[in-house]
């Protein structure tokens, strides 16, 4: 297997949660290529997964040394940063990750970091400007849909869920919310 194989082996045995076997061709990579980033995002991937965060903050930092301006990356970086309540520093990895790659879910993100920060209305116009900008996104919808729904108006948010679904038919969060409002 080639280091482009074991790349794309590594994270479909991630997706189907063989989360050792991903690990090994991970740290495999690392010792192959150690100049790629991949190993290291793939083994930053599975430690979140684990919830080892300081792990996987580590391993993010190596395959951000690796491919200093990646979107994807910074966002995971931010991602980790806000479960380790370090909102700041997240807000700072998704605005450098939007710059970088215009990473969709970086804006959602961002969107999350707003609604923790008590930046609510900011939130609600960042989002109405993403559904302008992107309006064959689902997540931005259901994304809506959930705030209006927290904010008490149901009926609103269903016509979110219901867009969002126009867009995705098969999203199962998106059906799981029309259920259960019944």
Known sequence: MNIEEKIS??????????ID????LAREIQKEAPDTPEGYYLEALI????????????????A????QNN??????????????????AAEVDFDAAIEANNVSAAHRNK???MLMTDRGSDAVAYLINRIKAEPRDAENWILMGDMIMKG???DKARTYYEQALKIDPDNEYAQRQLEEMG
Do not use: A, C, P, T
Not at 21 to 24: A, I, K, P, V
Not at 64 to 67: A, G, H, I, K
Not at 71 to 88: F, P, S, T
């Open 9 to 18: 082996r590594g994270f479909e045995l991630l997706q189907d949660k063989d």
């Open 21 to 24: 076997h991903s690990l090994d």
């Open 47 to 62: 430690m979140q997964q684990l919830n080892q965060l300081d792990l996987s903050l580590s391993s993010i930092e190596k």
């Open 64 to 67: 951000l040394e690796r491919s």
């Open 71 to 88: 979107g994807v990356y910074l966002n995971l970086r931010g991602q980790i940063h806000m479960v380790k309540e370090d909102l700041e």
């Open 111 to 113: 969107v999350m970091i």
């Open 152 to 154: 008490g108006q149901g």
